[in-house]
């Protein structure tokens, strides 16, 4: 599986291995254009041997959508068109802040493991979806 926690600058991305048992962090990517980001995880999903893609969705904290939920259902579209694997969204509501808070706490050979607090929160996403499925 892959996790994309979609940002406007960079999108964070983690996989699992083939068993769902452990996550591993991948490079972030930066967003330039679109078909630069859609060629890039085109890239990964070939070179992870993806099936399934997990995307965060970031609700308000009372549960609600906001601007950020609809920029993000848009980026799921895409996903749809451009690839074709089974999609499911996570509620990630959090997921940065837990994210942050955990990278404050890392020492720096742990950050490099992590390459970004994006890619964290993709791994931590992807922990949430992998604990509850």
Known sequence: MLAIDYGTKNI???CSD???MTVRPLASVRLISRRDLISRLRA???ENDIQELVVGIPLNMN???GNSVRLVERFVEILR???ELPLKRVDERLSTLEAMDFWN???PRQ???YRTID???????LERYLKEH
């Open 63 to 65: 549960g609600s959508s």
């Open 81 to 83: 068109r451009e690839f």
């Open 18 to 20: 083939e068993l769902g």
């Open 12 to 14: 964070g991305l983690a």
């Open 119 to 125: 890619s964290l929160a993709a791994a931590l996403i």
């Open 44 to 46: 990964t999903i070939r």
């Open 111 to 113: 950050q490099r493991k």
């Open 105 to 107: 706490n890392m020492s």
